[in-house]
């Protein structure tokens, strides 16, 4: 259904912030970038976590400079100076080129605190409770990401996707061998900075060294691990803080136990959960491994055809999952007048045989999905089609009126009263008024 609608995030944005969307508790507050989602994970007991924070090198290591500093003074930029700092690398047995990262981590995370020029030692984690050692945990996981921008692993191209590298690793809890995680750190590289051939080959044969020297600085820190098949996995402490920070950049990271509530619900049940944000896309994988393709589909298609775009939309997110194994339902909804156009589309995308799309169908689907977006909220609104605003926006509300979609006037009012764009907001009231006389022309 993305080849048939344009993509309108602005809009969303202007949506979300005159209320027309019900808000988002502040936790859920919307990021610039696409919100993806994850599959569930299983987290260890927090108890269990907070035991192995200090065995993990670079806490064990922060820890003991910490202890070994004790009260001194600094430089005025708050580090330890230059012969103070030979002396730790030589007494603690440090890694000169981590010194740097471990007093970050020691000095941001309470461990050393300086005041007045002059640092002194903080609470150890033995001494926290489980939940303050967990998010001592997470900020020093935090502390480490952060220097990706200043080099920390050596690396500018790992660095530069070191974010993206970890939520990899964290999508396959079996471990990802080095190689595809080396390809895809340079296919996202030429995509994102396009190197000429020379540069690119340059880089392909300096990274797999580069990115050895990375991944065992992250063992360092406590957040990979080699797996007996000799993949690179998440440590159980890794799951834990990658998914507070992709939670933290507004993604769908569920715990395996949040997504089982949903899959013995109804359809109906699921799909209402969806449209008012109770329940996100993560929870509907589960859901569907509990019921036959074709059951699963024809519910959910009775359910859309006869119920509010905010329903259309949830069934389509959770129709995207269904392969050529779905077709017979959706063949069906071809006679569903709501359904039609977004069953046509299911079947084209899998390469079915398939009526074709009209342009007003194009339309039709366009004007759905902006309906759909006074009824859903968080991410299901997110996983919309909508069209770009400006000048494409504009010719789309003058084709609405044609389509016959029974939300057009409601979605035509809420772009006018959502857009700051005058000439998108005249548009929508001239094209509102077109569909009202319309409307009494036709009881008359």
Same mark, same amino acid.
């Given at each position: 259904m993305a080849n048939n609608v344009f993509d309108l995030a602005e809009l969303r944005k202007l949506i979300d912030e005159q209320a027309v969307v019900p808000p988002r508790p502040p936790e859920e507050t919307p990021v610039e970038h696409e919100a993806l989602t994850f599959p569930p994970v299983t987290l260890a007991e927090d108890a269990e976590l907070a035991r192995t924070i200090p065995m993990v090198p670079l806490v064990a290591d922060a820890v003991r400079l910490a202890a070994w500093t004790g009260t001194r003074q600094v430089t005025p930029e708050g580090m330890l100076p230059e012969a103070a700092a030979r002396a730790a690398v030589s007494e603690l047995g440090l890694d000169a080129s981590r010194l740097r990262l471990i007093w970050i981590v020691a000095v941001n995370t309470g461990l050393l605190q300086i005041l007045a020029g002059q640092v002194s030692q903080g609470p150890l984690p033995p001494q926290l409770t489980v939940e303050a050692t967990l998010e001592f945990w997470d900020g020093v996981v935090m502390d480490v990401l952060d220097r990706a921008d200043e080099g920390?692993?050596?690396?500018?191209?790992?660095?530069?996707?070191?974010?993206?590298?970890?939520?990899?690793?964290?999508?396959?809890?079996?471990?990802?061998?080095?190689?595809?995680? !080396?390809?895809?750190?340079l296919q996202s590289h030429e995509v994102a900075c396009a190197p000429g051939q020379v540069e690119m080959r340059r880089l392909a044969a300096a990274l797999?060294?580069?990115?050895?020297?990375?991944?065992?600085?992250?063992?360092?820190?406590? $957040?990979?691990?080699?797996?007996?098949?000799?993949?690179?996995?998440?440590?159980?402490?890794?799951?834990?803080?990658?998914?507070?920070?992709? $939670?933290?950049?507004?993604?769908?990271?569920?715990?395996?136990?949040?997504?089982?509530?949903?899959?013995? $619900?109804?359809?109906?049940e699921l799909v209402d959960a969806l449209v008012k944000?109770?329940?996100?896309?993560?929870?509907?994988?589960?859901?569907?491994?509990?019921?036959? *393709?074709?059951? !699963?589909?024809?519910? $959910?298609?009775?359910?859309?055809?006869?119920?509010?775009?905010?329903?259309?939309?949830?069934?389509?997110?959770?129709?995207?999952?269904?392969?050529?194994?779905?077709?017979?339902?959706?063949?069906?909804?071809?006679?569903?007048?709501?359904?039609?156009?977004?069953?046509?589309?299911?079947?084209?995308?899998?390469?079915?045989? !398939?009526p074709t799309l009209s342009p007003q169908d194009h339309t039709w689907i366009a004007v759905d999905s902006?309906?759909?977006?006074?009824?859903?909220?968080?991410?299901?609104?997110?996983?919309?089609?909508? *069209?770009?605003?400006?000048?494409?926006?504009?010719?789309?509300?003058?084709?609405?009126? !044609?389509?016959?979609?029974?939300?057009?006037?409601?979605?035509?009012?809420?772009?006018?009263?959502?857009?700051?764009d005058q000439a998108v907001v005249k548009a929508a009231r001239k094209a509102a008024m077109k569909v009202r006389s319309l409307a009494h022309t036709k009881l008359d």
């Open positions: 920390l692993t050596g690396s500018v191209v790992v660095d530069g996707h070191l974010a993206e590298m970890l939520a990899t690793i964290y999508s396959v809890r079996s471990g990802v061998a080095i190689a595809n995680l !080396a390809r895809g750190i797999p060294a580069e990115l050895l020297e990375a991944l065992a600085l992250l063992a360092y820190c406590g $957040l990979v691990e080699q797996t007996a098949a000799g993949r690179t996995a998440l440590t159980p402490l890794g799951v834990w803080a990658i998914r507070r920070d992709l $939670l933290r950049e507004g993604h769908d990271a569920p715990t395996a136990a949040e997504v089982e509530v949903f899959a013995d $619900l109804s359809a109906i944000g109770s329940a996100t896309q993560s929870a509907v994988a589960g859901w569907l491994e509990r019921r036959p *393709p074709e059951e !699963a589909a024809r519910d $959910l298609i009775a359910i859309a055809a006869d119920g509010t775009a905010g329903r259309r939309g949830a069934v389509g997110a959770i129709l995207e999952e269904l392969g050529p194994e779905a077709e017979a339902p959706v063949r069906e909804a071809l006679d569903r007048p709501l359904m039609r156009r977004y069953a046509a589309s299911w079947l084209h995308i899998r390469d079915l045989d !398939a902006l309906a759909a977006l006074m009824h859903l909220s968080g991410h299901a609104a997110g996983r919309l089609d909508t *069209p770009e605003p400006g000048e494409e926006l504009i010719k789309l509300i003058a084709e609405m009126p !044609a389509v016959g979609h029974p939300d057009t006037i409601a979605v035509l009012d809420m772009i006018a009263g959502a857009h700051d």
